[in-house]
């Protein structure tokens, strides 16, 4: 049969509980209301008032008349009279009709021998089910003893026994004459032991005296009703109280033939809180399951779901009817489904749970998913396994992060292992403590020939170059950096390299340990700069040979200034008056007004560079000259013009040769030609372009010509992303400039470079006819240096988190009761240090810390960490010396945080009462502080091999108790707050 919910079975419980006690307690009621009746000492007699067919009769009324009951019952009243009495019985009858009630009549009786007998009748009208009896109490008047009552004394020694070994409290009133007070008239030993009440104190006492609750309670009332009705009532489980007990009370109300009250009562109280403790803990846990991220099940033998809650439904992504009843081989692959038997069956088998269970489902949107499931068996009764629960979680996530993970993990070691650069770390002496394989491939040496060597034992530098070495690894010593120191190193073979070195300090306890260096090989690019020193300085020196003068005019004012080649190129001297007017003035006046109508039209007008030959009457000595103007404008926020810069050449020399066109021709290609930037030039809609020699090897071709010949479509052919040759068009197009814009080109060979371009659109001066003119810098080498420098510290972190890792990695499999107790900690010190607002890099150094703040445990004996029971004080003393093991373990390794200190105070208190060193309030790193707390709370809340897991709230109840004393009221307040605003939730 299919497993029913646990709530669902937990109700049901107290519900037939209650039922059965209902009927017992009726049961035991009635027993003591028959024996009461039976041991009467007067009798009692019931006879139907319509008909007069005798409905039971007590023992003493049939001793009374020399009978048995049986023959009583169902025969008539009239045959119990003699019958010259019969009239009298008759009027009796009918005057009780009339009142209901008849106190102490006289009426003789006829004997089974017929003989008379005197007795006296107190009679009362009751109903039962809506029908009219008459219940008489007779008295036989020789017998009548004055003072004697009728309560639990009149009883026979058999009666009183039962009713004071009974377990339940039974108690007897008399009933004022108008039934508004019930005085207590008897009751049993049970009342005496459990009210702690005496026979003395309280026989003949109202039971609002004795008793004052019970108008609270309601059970006054019933009192009133079943005296009044005569129906018996059940009052069952209401709460009484008054200022001497309190608790919950099940009643059973009678009343007598006598016209007593007969009152039988169970103190319940036990059960009603057992129950309300039950159905509450059922209300929290059926709360709890439904608000489980994770999924919930149950299932029978053949693996048919039987209960689940809904957070099973999100996994799978079946409704819950779709799921009642589903097998789980409807969701998972055969591999998985045969996986998933073996485990149900060896639980089965060995009654023992399992847990670590993982594999593959498919949704019912067809999506692979990754769960994680227990299975605990269900038994029955006998010890037989029914079915199997347990929690299903949900790992997909998980297991795509490890993936990435060991892809990222594999990448990097392939990237580590690669490098080109040479990372080296040197101790106070200048030995070298560790250096990476890449040192073989840059200048010959392996690792193990040049480690546990000085640096200047290998002999890998130059005399000159080890000398500034020196030095500069003095200032690093001194706590003094060193960035980008160039060397020459010797390489094995005697090969001359230029390496540039970065080198940092390396601190511990605030004092300067060695120093960590990175050495790169920029021997090619150092060859490459003073070529391009070279080239710089060829080029100052043409532009000087050219004559070639700057300037900047300003349209807003109207005023220029000008380089001083440009003012010996005029002619100018130092007080002349630089205006547009004092420029028109050196125009020669030929030239003036054409010079006046193009510089407002085309230029300013039109917005158009400045570009143009023209002649100058040199104001020095008044000599005609030729010049070639250049000016680039550029404009204000609202797009006017603002200001015009450029450049004047003095071409006087090139206009006087026979062939100007031809000469200045020959003079510019020898500038373009013996450029160490890139040139060139391409009309507007074509895309073929003709270069200069340095352009055409930057493409990887051997000559202009062939680079000519060989690209055909530019965007294509030479762009890695044509839209960038598209957007550069776009702008020429709108600006008439293109400055700075950088992107990737392709090679002859397919390889990539970076360069920086800047085009103008000019105007052919003979032809007139537009083309783009461009300069262009291989950029490669810095995008290269950039990326390389922040891949090769993004590889440092994760070489390091990955190190730790490690080293966590060995604690958990020396200690596996507390496996995980490191990365929990670590997660929640990283929880409350991001709380409290702490650095990023000391968040950083928290977590990392708290991974392996345990490491010491590995001088720890195996024994004594696994020990299943309380250690000793031998052995516990043994324990604590894990913190200074750490700390000597970690104190060498050159971490960028205090790791090795935190390890070392991570069970110091702030009152000095912790250990190693008894260290007070701010002697302990907050690191360190934020770690004891997050190690407290993990240790309290988890299990441990000597103690099964405290819970969450126990170890909240220990840092408030002990906030400001042991623990760092700030990190505790921290903590709190994670958990009161439920904002973290413990990993598992």
């Known amino acids: 049969m299919p497993q029913k919910p646990i709530s669902r ?22 027993c003591v209301y028959r024996r009461i009746v039976d041991d009467h000492e007067d009798g009692i007699l019931i006879f139907d008032a319509e008909t007069g067919r005798i409905v039971d009769v007590n023992a003493s009324f049939a001793r009374m008349l020399q009978c048995n009951r049986k023959e009583f019952l169902d025969g008539n009243i009239p045959d119990l009279f003699l019958p010259e009495d019969k009239a009298g019985f008759a009027d009796a009858v009918a005057k009780l009709k009339r009142r209901k009630e008849l106190r102490h009549d006289f009426l003789p009786l006829k004997a089974k021998d017929g003989k008379r007998i005197d007795a006296t009748f107190s009679c009362r009208l009751i109903e ?3 029908k009219p009896y008459v219940e008489c109490i007779v008295h036989e008047k020789k017998k009548r003893s004055p003072g004697k009552d009728h309560g639990l004394q009149s009883a026979e020694q058999p009666s009183r026994e039962l009713l004071d070994n009974i377990s339940s409290c039974v108690v007897i009133y008399d009933a004022a004459p108008d039934g508004k007070d019930f005085i207590i008239k008897d009751f049993n030993r049970t009342v005496r032991i459990k009210e702690k009440i005496t026979r003395k104190a309280v026989i003949g006492r109202s039971v609002l005296k004795v008793f004052p609750g019970i108008r609270d309670m309601g059970l006054w009332d019933v009192f009133e009703r079943v005296w009044k009705t005569g129906h018996s009532e059940h009052y069952p489980s209401h709460h009484y109280a008054d200022d001497k007990r309190q608790g919950w009370k099940d009643n059973y109300v009678t009343r007598l033939p006598s016209g007593e009250l007969l009152v039988i009562y169970d103190d319940v109280t036990d059960q009603v809180l057992s129950r309300q403790a039950l159905e509450q803990s059922e209300e929290k846990y059926r709360s709890m399951l439904e608000s489980l991220e994770d999924g919930y099940y149950e299932v029978n033998l053949k693996g048919n779901l039987t209960f689940f809650n809904d957070a099973l439904c999100r996994i799978n992504g079946y409704s819950r009817q779709e799921m009642i009843g589903m097998n789980y081989r409807a969701y998972t692959g055969a591999d998985a489904a045969d996986r998933v038997f073996t485990a149900f069956h060896a639980v089965y088998k060995t009654g023992k749970p399992g847990k670590g269970l993982d594999y593959e489902i498919t949704g019912k949107d067809g999506a692979k998913r990754f769960v994680d499931t227990s299975i605990v068996p269900i038994k029955d009764t006998n010890g037989a396994v029914v079915g199997f629960r347990g929690i299903v979680r949900d790992i997909t996530a998980r297991k795509n992060a490890e993936e990435s993970l060991r892809e990222s993990e594999e990448r990097f070691r392939q990237a580590f292992s690669s490098t080109s650069d040479i990372i080296f770390i040197l101790d106070a002496s200048l030995t070298i403590t560790s250096i990476t394989p890449s040192v073989e491939h840059i200048i010959g040496y392996k690792p193990e020939e040049l480690i546990g060597k000085r640096i200047d034992e290998p002999h890998v530098m130059t005399p000159e170059s080890l000398a500034r070495a020196g030095a500069n690894t003095l200032e690093v010593l001194a706590g003094k950096p060193v960035v980008n120191a160039v060397y020459d190193f010797i390489a094995k073979d005697g090969c001359i390299m230029i390496g540039e070195v970065t080198a940092s300090p390396i601190y511990k306890n605030g004092d300067v340990i060695g120093l960590i260096a990175i050495a790169r090989d920029v021997t090619q690019r150092k060859q490459a700069e003073d070529a391009l020193r070279q080239n710089e300085y060829y080029l100052r020196k043409s532009q000087e040979v050219a004559h070639m003068g700057s300037y900047e005019f300003d349209a807003k004012t109207g005023r220029w200034i ?13 007080d002349d008056v630089k205006d547009i007017n004092g420029w028109l003035d050196l125009i020669h006046p030929d030239d003036r007004d054409a010079m006046r109508l193009y510089l407002t039209e085309h230029v300013i007008r039109n917005k158009n560079n400045f570009e143009k030959e023209y002649r100058i009457i040199r104001r020095s000595d008044q000599e005609t000259r030729w010049v070639y103007g250049m000016g680039e404008l550029t404009f204000d926020e609202n797009g006017q013009t603002d200001k015009m810069i450029g450049t004047i050449q003095d071409i006087t020399e090139r206009r006087r040769l ?10 510019y290609r020898s500038i373009v030609e013996n450029a160490q930037e890139g040139i060139f030039q391409i009309l507007p809609g074509s895309r073929r372009l003709s270069v200069n020699p340095a352009l055409a090897a930057m493409l990887g071709f051997a000559s202009p010509g062939e680079a000519e010949q060989a690209v055909t479509n530019l965007p294509k052919q030479v762009y890695v992303r044509p839209d960038d040759y598209w957007a550069s068009v776009e702008t020429l197009n709108q600006e008439g400039r293109l400055s700075g814009f950088e992107t990737e080109f392709y090679r002859k060979d397919k390889s990539r470079i970076w360069v920086n371009m800047s085009v103008s659109a000019v105007k052919d001066g003979a032809s007139g006819e537009l083309y783009y003119h461009g300069i262009i810098e291989d950029i490669t080498e810095k995008k290269n240096l950039e990326k390389e420098r922040q891949d090769s510290i993004d590889r440092l972190r994760k070489s390091l988190g990955a190190t730790i890792r490690a080293m966590a990695a060995t604690v958990e499999t020396r200690d596996p009761y507390t496996a995980g107790h490191q990365r929990r900690v670590a997660d929640l010190a990283r929880a409350i240090a991001t709380e409290m607002k702490l650095s990023r890099d000391q968040i950083d150094g928290i977590r990392l810390a708290g991974i392996i703040h345990d490491i010491g445990k590995i001088s720890i004996p195996s024994e004594i960490l696994t020990k299943p029971t309380r250690l000793t004080e031998l052995e516990f003393e043994l324990i604590k010396t894990h913190s200074e093991s750490g700390y000597n373990i970690l104190k060498d390794i050159e971490f960028p945080w205090p790791i090795a200190r935190i390890v070392l105070e991570h069970h110091e208190r702030i009152d000095g009462s912790g250990y190693p060193q008894g260290l007070k309030g701010e002697d302990i790193l907050m690191e360190s502080k934020i770690i004891a707390v997050a190690d407290v709370v993990e240790a309290i809340s988890s299990h441990r091999p000597y103690r099964p897991a405290f819970g969450m709230a126990p170890a909240l109840d220990e840092i408030t108790k002990n906030r400001g004393v042991i623990y760092d009221p700030d990190v505790v307040a921290a903590c709190l707050k994670l958990f009161e605003e439920n904002r973290y939730k413990m990993p598992e």
Do not use: H
């Not at 079975?9 to 009635?30: C, D, I, L």
């Not at 000008?562 to 130092?574: E, N, T, V, Y």
């Open 9 to 30: 079975k937990s109700k049901a419980r107290p519900t037939r509980r209650a039922a059965q006690k209902k009927t017992a307690k009726a049961g035991q009621a009635a």
């Open 128 to 130: 039962v089910r809506n």
């Open 562 to 574: 000008s380089s001083p080649i440009l003012d010996q190129i005029f002619g100018l001297k130092a």
């Open 658 to 667: 026979e062939d100007e066109v031809l000469r200045s021709e020959l003079k």
